[in-house]
């Protein structure tokens, strides 16, 4: 028995040894350009009307997700490529974050801003 756990012993040291002098990896460095894909550019915008739908989808017949009134102040995050029409205002529709919630909104009712400070006085400004 005793052969037995000096054999065990013996392995398992020469395993850790071995281990210890295993040659570390060197990874190369990865340098990426900078692209528009890698950067991210966010606009604020404030609702003008007195009740605006954010919906699934950027489309007038989409399914609500909820209503933004008046004064809200959203946070922008992309737009279609090309303008709806609806109402008789031609503009974009833009898909935005406000308070947990994701979704699109028609851009013809809303002030839109290159920073949330500017947002935030405009707000201030409807109320």
Not at 40 to 63: F, M, Y
Request: charged fraction near 25%; aromatic fraction near 14%; include cysteine.
């Amino acid at each position: 028995m005793r052969n037995y756990y000096n054999l065990f012993t013996f392995i398992l040291l020469l395993s850790l040894f071995s281990a210890a002098c295993e040659k570390t990896r060197e990874y190369p460095e990865i340098n990426l350009p900078s692209t528009s894909v890698l950067s991210i550019e966010t606009n604020w915008g404030v609702v003008n009307s007195s009740h605006l739908r954010l919906r699934e989808k950027p489309r007038k017949d989409a399914s609500p997700v909820a209503l933004l009134y008046r004064g809200f102040v959203i946070e922008i995050t992309s737009r279609t490529q090309s303008l709806s029409e609806i109402e008789g205002k031609s503009d974009y529709w833009y898909h935005i974050n406000y308070d947990g919630l994701t979704g699109w909104v028609f851009g013809g009712y809303l002030d839109i801003f290159d920073s949330k400070d500017e947002a935030n006085r405009a707000a201030r400004r409807l109320n």
